[in-house]
């Protein structure tokens, strides 16, 4: 066993001792330059806080604000609240137990109040509110048409509580936009984007008065472009979607992007769904817009088609050589159309220079052009590229250029001779034929009944079409009717007539 040298423990403890000072002080040293220098790419500079005064460190993230509020601090003035009040007509209630001295006990004029003495109708006030955005220093507010269409009285609300009477200076119901105007000074405007260059994806931010809270904000993306919405008194190509939290009340307020230019003008909502909003593209509010206020009304070009998707089925039936455009189902008589040279069965691929990828194209692009300018149509037809000029016509002649349907008649006593194929049976169709059933063709053939489960179901036919056209081929009675069905073709595109209106029909 080893001997404990008392002086070697003294020398050792020594040792520990002076490496522990050592580094204390090293620690110290290093503590104090910290305070006063920093490491640079160039070296080591002096710190700006010699007094030895406690700095917060810097954040490891960006302080900055973000670019919403700036955009909103621009915008939200000339987002104003409008209050619109409708008079409409009151039915009085009635006590259905009055003459009844049971009832009347229970059930008299303390339970049913002094509405049920009336004996006439009331003319009573409605309140609604919705937004809109000042366009110009003349006073012009661009909201919807459904916030201001039938109100009596229109009260518009600013950031700042100045309010105003404002008057309608025009409405356009197909787009749902409308024009109102204040009379007053230094108002604050909203510019006016491009919603052809907004792309989906970028950062948006709506303002209005949902449910009644004044100048709210909400941001989200472009999810999409160039929807379709279809509801009752709603049928437009064109909307810009955001999943931006839109809400009653938000209707006619402004669609903002990431630079404070408005981009569209919320319009609609899914109900039942989150994050599913519509907006006018402002592109099409800006012509609308000028529109309105030099006439009070949209002078919008017609053109008097019916038009429908290519659909592959379509395509192969119909040995047409594109996959992208839109066909012609039908030409309305009298129209620009049918004036011009476009005929039923063409195959749009452009307007006015425009590639057409769908039917929504065509409507969006006419829509989109006033009456009298002349438009190019680029088609296919039979298989060669045609190019046609239109001058369309105004949208106001289209009302006495629908096709009519011919009055029904007396049923013929006599049954008319029928075939059926893949589970469809049809009748041929005459002129007697036709005007005894109000039908508005002469030719083809009648279906009468669609066995169930069929293949005959499945190709979308209905008891009343008149079919006539099969995969290009005419149908003029039953037996081209029948050789035409037993053609075994892998895609049958039918031409029918339904309701007065011609349209493709195609299936595999």
């Not at 490891?60 to 700036?70: C, G, R, T």
């Not at 009573?124 to 012009?140: D, L, M, N």
């Not at 931010?205 to 999409?224: D, K, L, R, W, Y």
């Not at 569209?264 to 593209?281: C, D, L, S, W």
């Amino acid at each position: 066993m080893e001997k404990f040298s008392f002086g070697g423990g003294i020398k050792k403890f020594a040792t520990a001792a002076l490496a522990a000072l050592v580094l204390f002080a090293g620690g110290a040293a290093g503590s104090y330059i910290a305070t006063r220098y920093t490491l640079t790419e160039s070296g080591i500079a002096k710190e700006s806080n010699p007094g030895g005064v406690a700095v917060a460190a810097a954040p490891l993230l960006s302080n900055a604000k973000s670019p919403y509020v700036d955009i909103v601090k621009r915008s939200s003035p000339a987002v104003v609240n409008i209050d619109v009040e409708t008079m409409v007509t009151e039915q009085p209630m009635v006590n259905p137990f009055q003459g009844n001295p049971f009832f009347e006990e229970f059930f008299g004029e303390e339970f049913f109040g002094p509405q049920q003495r009336q004996s006439a109708p009331r003319r009573v006030p409605r309140r609604a509110k919705g937004s809109g955005f000042i366009v110009s220093k003349e006073g012009y507010i661009l909201t919807n048409n459904h916030v201001v269409e039938d109100a009596d009285k229109i009260r518009v609300t600013m950031l700042d509580g100045r309010t105003f009477d404002a008057k309608k200076v025009g409405q356009d119901p197909t787009f749902d936009l409308a024009v109102i105007q204040i009379t007053a000074n230094d108002l604050p405007v909203l510019p006016l984007g491009d919603s052809n260059a907004t792309e989906v994806g970028e950062q948006v931010v709506a303002i209005g008065n949902p449910h009644g809270f004044e100048n709210t904000v909400t941001a989200g993306i472009i999810s999409a472009k160039n929807r379709t919405l279809q509801a009752p008194g709603v049928n437009f190509q064109g909307f810009l979607q955001t999943d931006a939290a839109i809400n009653p009340g938000n209707s006619g307020g402004p669609l903002i992007d990431i630079n404070g230019n408005v981009i569209g003008i919320n319009t609609a909502i899914i109900p039942y769904a989150q994050g599913i909003g519509f907006a006018v593209p402002v592109n099409m509010a800006k012509q609308i817009m000028d529109d309105l206020i030099k006439h009070g009304e949209v002078r919008r070009g017609w053109l008097g088609v019916t038009v429908q998707p290519l659909t592959a089925s379509l395509v192969e039936a119909y040995k047409i050589p594109v996959k992208e455009g839109a066909i012609i189902a039908d030409v309305q008589n009298g129209s620009p159309a049918q004036k011009f040279g476009l005929q039923r069965g063409d195959v749009i691929v452009s307007v006015n220079g425009k590639d057409v990828k769908s039917s929504e194209d065509v409507v969006f692009a006419v829509r989109n052009i006033l009456a009298g300018e002349k438009v190019p149509f680029g088609i296919y037809r039979d298989g060669k590229k045609m190019d046609i000029d239109v001058v369309l016509g105004d949208i106001s002649d289209a009302k006495g250029a629908k096709r009519q349907t011919r009055p029904q008649s007396r049923q013929s006593q006599e049954a008319p001779a029928e075939s059926t194929k893949l589970g469809i049976t049809v009748v041929a169709n005459s002129a007697d034929f036709s005007r005894e059933h109000g039908l508005s063709e002469s030719g083809g053939v009648v279906v009468t009944s669609i066995e169930r489960g069929s293949r005959g179901q499945r190709l979308g036919l209905r008891p009343g079409d008149v079919v006539l056209e099969v995969n290009r081929n005419k149908i003029n009675s039953l037996s081209d009717w029948e050789k035409a069905m037993d053609s075994n073709a892998g895609a049958f595109g039918f031409l029918v007539s339904r309701g007065g209106q011609t349209l493709f029909i195609s299936a595999e």
